[in-house]
T-cell receptor
Framework: DSGVTQTPKHLITATGQRVTLRCSPRSGDLSVYWYQQSLDQGLQFLIQ???????AKGNILERFSAQQFPDLHSELNLSSLELGDSALYFC????????????FGSGTRLTVV | SQQGEEDPQALSIQEGENATMNCSYKTSINNLQWYRQNSGRGLVHLIL?????REKHSGRLRVTLDTSKKSSSLLITASRAADTASYFC??????????FGKGTTLSVSS
């Protein structure tokens, strides 16, 4: 157990639907990062939050959004889902507001049918 | 966008042999990190090397960094079947989120 909790572990949904992925960071970590991993694109950085504020944006689609709550857990919302959104979505956390080694969760496997 | 590119994409060796993976990147970095991912699971941080360091060791791992060539290598000595996994390099640019390469898949057979 890495200390980063992601739910759900698996999600199957239809095209056009909306889903929410949840992440609880390791205790004490203030930064949360979301990554998408697919076979063809590899690990793509989506977005980072630090202590409730958006800190950096990567290759995140406009259909996707995220937030970090006062208790530091984070949610990634994916809407108008397409087949190509099928992927593993990872959340990672770190202690400081700069990368010094991330702790990854076990991921949410999203399948869009 | 990918910053690091690992080479080779796949590597198969026997137990007890050494495994070497290389990573090249494009822009200047603050540090470079290596991660391991067992099939379909979360990534695990292995080692971080700062831009002003040339070599670092951790157990059976040895990492080198050549900033003039924008490259790094990860050496795993005396490989074990349990080392079978994908290995990723990740670079820190300007203190923002890590950018990962596509990884090297290592297979160690007994």
């Amino acid at each position: 157990d890495s200390g980063v909790t992601q739910t759900p572990k698996h999600l199957i949904t239809a095209t056009g639907q909306r889903v929410t992925l949840r992440c609880s960071p390791r205790s004490g970590d203030l930064s949360v990062y979301w990554y998408q991993q697919s076979l063809d694109q590899g690990l793509q950085f989506l977005i980072q939050y630090y202590n409730g504020e958006e800190r950096a944006k990567g290759n995140i689609l406009e259909r996707f959004s995220a937030q970090q709550f006062p208790d530091l857990h984070s949610e990634l919302n994916l809407s108008s889902l397409e087949l190509g959104d099928s992927a593993l979505y990872f959340c990672a956390s770190s202690l400081w507001d700069s990368p010094r080694g991330y702790t990854f969760g076990s991921g949410t496997r999203l399948t869009v049918v | 966008s990918q910053q690091g590119e690992e080479d080779p994409q796949a590597l198969s060796i026997q137990e007890g042999e050494n495994a070497t993976m290389n990573c090249s990147y494009k822009t200047s970095i603050n540090n470079l990190q290596w991660y391991r991912q067992n099939s379909g699971r979360g990534l695990v941080h292995l080692i971080l090397i700062r831009s002003n360091e040339r070599e670092k060791h951790s157990g059976r791992l040895r990492v080198t960094l050549d900033t003039s060539k924008k490259s790094s290598s990860l050496l795993i000595t005396a490989s074990r079947a349990a080392d079978t996994a994908s290995y990723f390099c990740a670079t820190d640019q300007a203190g923002t989120a890590l950018i990962f390469g596509k990884g090297t898949t290592l297979s160690v057979s007994s």
